[in-house]
């Protein structure tokens, strides 16, 4: 192909890519002619992007200096988000009542107006941003005409570095893109929302500034609107921290996380955005993203609140923030982690409302439950709670410290870090963890005369063997390990001493757990699950047809994900003599397994996750989600029977005599 031929062939996309120099011809011609063997006729810009030529950003660069439309329409077929179809008829109802494109597939209610921003941001390299009052620099608001806001819809958010981001619903709409380029000259990026929540955010706003609402200043009724305020900030810290307005954003972030439950917030430098995550009952979803310009100001922002260094940009740090919203006080741990791209800051939301829960709201099956409380009367034995982390292990360490907190017991603990302040208990800060140090805490911690000792973690073998000492001389012992179940984390300690402690005839209690979400109370209905999901449950004389079991269907409660908040899924194992002899004799776990299935002493996860579904707390297929790969193998060689499962859920016969 000569270079007549390529300039005749190549659309004015590529024209423009090689007048400013972005292309050469001989990369030009090699993506044209991907171009006319592709099956499915991609796009040319799409295949230079895939060939790493030129980037999605310098095509848009392009595309508004050159004024090259980009078409709706495609872009929406190609990401999936309609269909050929779907696209035809709506372009057939455009010609005639001269509507956007986008304006008719949301009226016809083909795509929501969610779906067509987040398309357009996926394949434009755009920032796709839920807007809110807080976000606004009411500055910038006051540099566009009322009339050109409301028309176009459209909203100034912030300044960083000298650029404007613009939020919009239409990136195409060239008259709009001639009245910011008038107001801001080529110093502005845009990003893409949906139409309906600028349009109420603008709203507000332009209410607002009716009102005579100041920028410059907060009154004391907006620092209520806010929904929380700090702790011990230093005014110092608010100054340093960079633009005011950045510190509105961080803001806005935490406190939307807050309001939606979220566990964790996410904020991750992309290669020209910053994406904002939450995870709400276990789950991670995209919430906004954010121009990329802004990365340094808002990680200093958070650096300055959390009290780290915010000099050093190459090293890891962790800090807290402490906040109060509402009637909560809540601890932001804050982690920031250094990448390529930029910082990864994760936020880990603690509330005491959380932390501290009863026993009985745990979600632990009534036999489990009595089997604790009464194995807690003892005035010695070992409690360990075991699982991945983040499963809630320490949520059910402190619920137990809470029952057991009263004025006849003395409770010590030697934690790193304490979670949670509980009045009452003796709560250590382990700082440092030499030999030396282990021996003088230990010393210190028995002279308090304790009757509950609590381990947070055991992480090493001399923790591990200091636990088993001291339930040994008559304490009883509280800890957590990192293990898949109860049987591996017996094992685990196996070589720390705990052999010896099997030997004796103090009592062992270990207790495994996972988080799954329970299903929305408000979209809930009947569902069988596919019979290869029961299959993996090995049932042995249970009719699944006679079996009841539930899903959400979704609503706007649960955000149409057919859940709302989670519970625990316990398995436990009380030592009694048939275990104990299993593990002394064998190191085999699925030995020990089958000789613990036999006693009424053992619930396995798996177990106890059919009977949650059953019971209508979640879905059996999240029932199985949480099994682990050697709690699937041991399935295939156990079965679940009728008569254990209505054992452990209290319905049995044995149960019906009882009442």
Request: charged content about 25%; glycine content about 6%; proline content about 3%.
């Amino acid at each position: 192909m000569q270079q007549g031929d390529i300039v005749k062939a190549s659309n004015q996309l590529g024209r423009s890519l090689l007048k400013e120099g972005l292309l050469t011809e001989n990369q030009l011609r090699y993506a044209l002619e991907l171009q006319l063997e592709s099956l499915n006729k991609k796009r040319l810009g799409d295949i230079l992007v895939e060939l790493g030529y030129v980037t999605k950003r310098q095509i848009r660069e392009i595309s508004r200096k050159f004024n090259y439309r980009l078409q709706v329409g495609s872009i929406l077929v190609d990401s999936g988000t309609i269909t050929e179809e779907q696209l035809q008829e709506a372009l057939a109802e455009q010609r005639v009542s001269r509507k956007r494109l986008g304006e008719i597939l949301v009226e016809r209610n083909v795509i929501s107006e969610e779906q067509m921003a987040q398309a357009l941001s996926q394949h434009l390299d755009y920032p796709y941003i839920v807007p809110s009052k807080r976000m606004v620099d009411r500055e910038l608001l006051q540099l566009l005409p009322e009339k050109s806001l409301r028309h176009h819809v459209v909203l100034p958010l912030f300044r960083s570095e000298g650029v404007v981001t613009v939020l919009v619903h239409d990136p195409f709409d060239s008259a709009l893109l001639q009245m910011l380029t008038g107001s801001f000259g080529n110093d502005y990026e845009l990003a893409v929302g949906p139409r309906k929540l600028i349009r109420r955010v603008l709203q507000e706003m332009l209410d607002e500034r009716t009102l005579q609402a100041e920028a410059t200043t907060t009154s004391p009724a907006m620092e209520e609107s806010f929904a929380f305020v700090r702790y011990d900030l230093d005014p110092k810290a608010r100054v340093e921290a960079g633009s005011g307005h950045i510190g509105n954003v961080v803001d806005h972030i935490i406190a939307n996380g807050i309001a939606e439950r979220a566990s964790d917030i996410h904020i991750d430098c992309m290669y020209n955005k910053i994406r904002v995550r939450y995870r709400i009952d276990g789950i991670l979803f995209l919430k906004t993203e954010l121009p990329k310009s802004i990365a340094e100001p808002l990680t200093r922002r958070i650096k300055v609140l959390a009290g780290v260094n915010v000099v050093d940009l190459a090293e890891a740090h962790e800090g807290h923030i402490f906040v109060k919203s509402i009637d909560k006080s809540i601890d932001l741990r804050v982690s920031i982690y250094p990448t390529v791209l930029g910082p990864s800051i994760t936020i880990r939301v603690l509330t005491k409302d959380v932390g501290l829960k009863d026993l009985s709201d745990l979600g632990m099956l009534p036999r489990i439950l009595t089997t604790l409380k009464n194995f807690y009367l003892s005035p010695s034995g070992l409690t360990l709670f075991c699982g991945p982390t983040g499963v809630g292990k320490t949520t059910s360490l402190y619920a137990s410290l809470n029952h057991l907190n009263q004025c006849g017991l003395k409770i010590c603990t030697m934690e790193s870090p304490v979670e949670y302040s509980i009045e009452g208990i003796a709560q250590h800060q382990m700082i440092a963890f030499t030999e030396k140090w282990m021996e003088d805490i230990f010393k210190a911690m028995l002279h308090q005369d304790p009757d509950v000792i609590v381990l947070g973690e055991i992480t090493s073998d001399a923790i591990a063997a200091a636990a088993v000492q001291l339930a040994m001389s008559g304490h009883m012992v509280f800890s957590t390990i990192h293990t898949d179940d109860a049987i591996s984390g017996i094992l685990q300690l196996m070589d720390s001493g705990l052999k010896a402690y099997l030997r004796s005839s103090t009592g062992l209690v270990v207790v495994s757990q996972r988080l799954v979400r329970n299903i929305c109370a408000h979209c809930k209905e009947t569902h069988m699950p596919p019979r290869e999901i029961l299959r993996e449950f090995h049932l042995r004389d249970l009719d699944p047809d006679d079996c009841v079991f539930h899903h959400g269907a979704g609503c706007p409660r649960c955000n149409h994900t057919g859940f709302y908040d989670r519970s625990g899924v316990f398995e436990m194992l009380a030592m009694n003599d048939e275990i104990r002899d299993a593990f002394l004799e064998t190191g085999k776990a699925s030995t020990i397994r089958s000789a613990a299935t036999s006693t009424r002493h053992y619930l396995s996860l798996r177990e106890a996750g059919f009977i949650k579904a059953l019971q209508g707390f979640t879905t059996l297929d999240e029932a199985h989600g949480i099994l682990s790969y050697s709690e699937k193998q041991a399935s295939a060689s156990t079965q679940l029977s009728k008569e254990s499962v209505e054992y452990w859920m209290g319905t049995g016969e044995e149960a019906q005599a009882r009442r």
